[in-house]
């Protein structure tokens, strides 16, 4: 019998070769053989942790979300900065995740997989990690522009940085082939990132006319 130590190293080798295949061939694309064969391990862990391929995908998302969300101990250190500072460090650190995204970080990729084809558990993480990490950029936000975190305004900004940090995290080749050069000069000094704050306060500080 497995020590209770060695059972949470399955369990964890389990999420993790799902998280890589479910990454790279999304839910449908991927067997459960696929998986244990991955992790090295066996169909009677992974059945006896999981039940079903759709139980290990719920959790995969759910690990996915929480080691991409802000930790409440960083959200605390950032509320101790001053707000434009907390904002320039959230969009540096969320810039570095995106770009060093690759086969073994896959957690981008999971989440992003869900909000483009949402599945049974799209709901819940968007409740528990998705809006709270919104209500807390809002907040910061909010105090930048004197506004309130729930004005339409703010949201409006903050959901527009998400868009720009996938962008610019992710699709370097299509900028580089529209903008040659555009990446290279933004990249020194962490220019993109103070670029993207600068339109991010001006798209919450500015109601459209008309």
């Known amino acids: 019998m497995g020590t209770p130590k060695n059972s949470a190293v399955t369990r964890a080798k389990i999420i993790e070769a ?22 090295d391990s066996h169909l009677s862990a992974l059945n006896y942790h999981f039940k079903t391929k759709e139980a290990l995908y719920h959790e995969v998302v759910l690990e996915a979300c929480a080691t991409a969300s802000v930790s409440e101990q960083e959200k605390k250190l950032l509320l101790r900065l001053e707000p434009r500072e907390a904002l320039l460090l959230l969009t540096k650190e969320a810039l570095r995740d995106y770009t060093r995204q690759s086969e073994n970080n896959w957690q981008i990729v999971i989440i992003n997989r869900e909000c483009w084809e949402p599945s049974a558990v799209f709901n819940e993480v968007a409740q528990e990690y998705f809006k709270p990490e919104t209500d807390f950029l809002a907040g910061i936000v909010g105090k930048i522009v004197d506004q309130p975190a729930d004005s339409l305004q703010v949201r409006f900004a903050v959901i527009s940085l998400f868009g720009l940090l996938e962008t610019f995290g992710l699709y370097g080749h299509l900028i580089e082939a529209v903008a040659p050069g555009l990446q290279d000069h933004f990249q020194k000094k962490d220019r993109i990132s103070k670029q993207l704050v600068h339109l991010v306060i001006e798209a919450a500080s500015q109601s459209p006319r008309g």
Do not use: P, S
């Open 18 to 39: 799902a998280g890589q295949l479910f990454a790279e061939r999304g839910f449908k694309g991927v067997t459960v053989r696929d998986i244990v064969q991955k992790a």
